[in-house]
């Protein structure tokens, strides 16, 4: 249950820093408690999201009503 949670928090703490806003304490914490492996995890995950939302947005910007 204790990865669930930690997975959890790694996209918690990727989501904060797309929109750079951290505090320090957060930082120190995440630092203690994740690995480097859910980090790259989260990001590669909240980024292939991004980049799909983008694409799905502009296909119906430029949809011919």
């Known amino acids: 249950m ?27 914490t995440d630092i203690t408690k994740l690995t480097i492996g859910q980090v790259i995890f989260a990001g590669i995950a909240c980024t292939l999201l991004f980049i799909a939302s983008l694409v799905t947005l502009v296909y119906f910007v430029t949809q011919k009503a």
Request: aromatic share 14%; no cysteine.
């Open 2 to 28: 204790s990865s669930k949670l930690s997975l959890g928090r790694a996209f918690v703490a990727v989501l904060w820093s797309f929109l750079g806003i951290r505090k320090d304490s957060e930082y120190q």
